[in-house]
């Protein structure tokens, strides 16, 4: 089953803190992603871009624009629980 994400809030150098509907809170550093993706670039180079992140209609997905996504089962597993 596809987590689902319930609330998504950024932190501090490019933390996301993500709560998902089965009540698990992970922490998501996004600067890895950034290190090893080159479309991720943007959030750092983009002024404010960030803190713009989106979820999408399904609850499955975040975003910051049409090339920058991240898949609710990626950001559970691979972050830390909170």
């Given at each position: 089953?596809?987590?689902?994400?319930?609330?998504?809030?950024?932190?501090?150098?490019?933390?996301?803190?993500?709560?998902?509907?089965?009540?698990?809170?992970?922490?998501?550093?996004?600067?890895?992603?950034?290190?090893?993706?080159?479309?991720?670039?943007?959030?750092?180079?983009?002024?404010?871009?960030?803190p713009?992140?989106?979820?999408?209609?399904?609850?499955?997905?975040?975003?910051?624009?049409?090339?920058?996504?991240?898949?609710?089962?990626?950001?559970?597993?691979?972050?830390?629980?909170?």
């Amino acid at each position: 089953m596809i987590p689902r994400i319930k609330h998504i809030e950024t932190l501090p150098n490019l933390m996301l803190r993500v709560e998902f509907d089965d009540g698990r809170i992970v922490l998501y550093d996004v600067s890895e992603d950034v290190r090893d993706i080159p479309a991720f670039a943007p959030l750092v180079h983009i002024t404010g871009l960030f803190p713009q992140v989106q979820l999408d209609q399904s609850r499955t997905c975040v975003f910051w624009n049409s090339e920058i996504d991240l898949p609710s089962d990626a950001i559970y597993e691979h972050g830390k629980q909170a």
